[in-house]
């Protein structure tokens, strides 16, 4: 069984701050993971993922994520937030036994970006 | 081309009509998806088709009819829908349905069933 939890369902940030969006999950065996953005009215884009190879893996638009095995986290940064990145984020997980049919999305996590 | 795209934007029907919703990609992809996404929630999986055979059915009931005449579409035909059904529905591809593939979204339609 797989499963991913995002704590916070709704993060605030000024432009320019720091954006940490955390995800953590758990799967009984070595798991895929994703990132995806939604924006208002539109469907689902992949900003990064994990599947093998180096853990700190660079997504699009800026963001980057950290694959912590020991911590089973794979939080989503941002150095310097836009206002252009409010929108939600989804964490998601699969893993290699299954097909893409076992990809779990988290609850997602709203990020505003204020002025 | 890495579009997937997804016809009509928004749908609105009574609970009698009969209505379909198309998808289309032309990347190639051998698997593509229906999700179901309910405001401020995040998608549900409802099928999946790999190389234009159906090969998910997440329990969904059978108002939902989805069809894949071919590789590059995939139709959701709806009857008798429920006001519970009002979401966003979206399609999705990938290259050949593995777990550590890309998933390519539409825009979505966005169904209320009145």
């Known amino acids: 069984a797989q499963s991913v939890t995002q704590l916070g369902s709704h993060v605030s940030v000024s432009e320019g701050a720091l954006v940490l969006l955390r995800c953590n999950y758990s799967s009984s065996v070595p798991p895929y993971l994703f990132w995806y953005v939604q924006y208002p009215n539109q469907g689902l884009q992949l900003l990064l993922k994990?599947?093998?190879?180096?853990?700190l893996v660079k997504g699009i638009n800026g963001f980057e994520a950290e694959f912590k095995k020991s911590e089973t986290s794979f939080h989503l940064t941002k150095p310097s937030a836009h206002m252009s990145d409010a929108a939600e984020y989804f964490c998601?997980?699969?893993?290699?036994?299954?097909?893409?049919?076992?990809?779990?999305f988290g609850s997602g996590t709203q990020l505003t970006v204020l002025p | 081309d890495t579009e997937v795209t997804q016809t009509p934007k928004h749908l609105v029907m009574g609970m009698t009509n009969k209505k379909s919703l198309k998808c289309e990609q032309h990347?190639?992809?051998?698997?593509m998806y229906w999700y179901k996404q309910k405001a401020k929630k995040p998608p549900e999986l409802m099928f999946v088709?790999?190389?234009?055979?159906?090969?998910i059915n997440e329990s969904v009931p059978s108002r939902f009819s989805p069809e894949c005449p071919n590789s590059s579409l995939l139709n959701l035909h709806l009857h008798a829908l429920q006001p519970e059904d009002s979401a966003l529905y979206l399609c999705?591809?990938?290259?050949?349905?593995?777990?550590?593939?890309?998933?390519?979204f539409g825009s979505g339609t966005q169904l209320s069933v009145l």
């Open positions: 998601a997980v699969s893993h290699s036994s299954g097909s893409a049919r076992q990809l779990t």
């Open positions: 088709y790999s190389y234009e055979k159906l090969s």
């Open positions: 999705a591809s990938s290259q050949s349905g593995t777990a550590n593939e890309k998933l390519f």
């Open positions: 994990y599947t093998t190879g180096a853990t």
């Open positions: 990347m190639g992809h051998r698997a």
